[in-house]
């Protein structure tokens, strides 16, 4: 059964961080191309950060750039996204997706494969 399953959410002070993992299993991630998404209450999902499995080839929204960084571990077949400085407007519920030959497209619509998400709130 293909799947992907995301952890490491929970609730953070602004200013802190959390690690967040995706879990792929029944497909290798050279298979995908993985993305994060996340998305608040009453507002459209948003493309986070995406990496390519084909060359390892990253990118970020302008909102997380400098703060959050991806990377993958095929030994694992996890990727992982650190977030760091985390802001008030950072607190969505965040959602891995797969994306079929390795790519990372720009739209949400062309991912094959989505987790259920886990939810991360930035809050004093």
Same mark, same amino acid.
């Given at each position: 059964?293909?799947?992907?399953? &995301? ?6 002070? #602004? ?25 608040? #209450?009453? @507002? &459209?999902? &948003? ?6 499995? $084909?060359?390892?080839? *990253? *990118?970020?929204?302008d909102s997380v750039k400098g703060r959050f960084t991806i990377s993958s571990d @095929?030994? @694992?077949? *996890? ?9 008030? &407007?950072? *607190?969505?519920?965040? /959602?891995?997706?797969?994306? $079929?030959?390795?790519?990372? #497209?720009?739209?949400?619509?062309? /991912?094959? /494969? ?11």
């Amino acid at each position: 059964q293909l799947q992907l399953v &995301e952890s490491g959410g929970g609730l953070v002070q #602004p200013g802190g961080s959390l690690r967040l993992s995706c879990a792929a299993s029944g497909f290798t991630l050279d298979d995908l191309g993985i993305g994060w998404f996340r998305q608040a #209450p009453g @507002k &459209e999902r &948003e493309g986070v950060s995406c990496i390519r499995s $084909s060359d390892g080839r *990253t *990118t970020y929204a302008d909102s997380v750039k400098g703060r959050f960084t991806i990377s993958s571990d @095929k030994a @694992k077949n *996890t990727v992982s996204l650190e977030m760091n400085s985390l802001k008030p &407007e950072d *607190t969505a519920v965040y /959602y891995c997706a797969g994306a $079929s030959y390795g790519r990372c #497209p720009a739209w949400s619509s062309e /991912y094959d /494969y989505w987790g259920r998400g886990t939810q991360v709130t930035v809050s004093s």
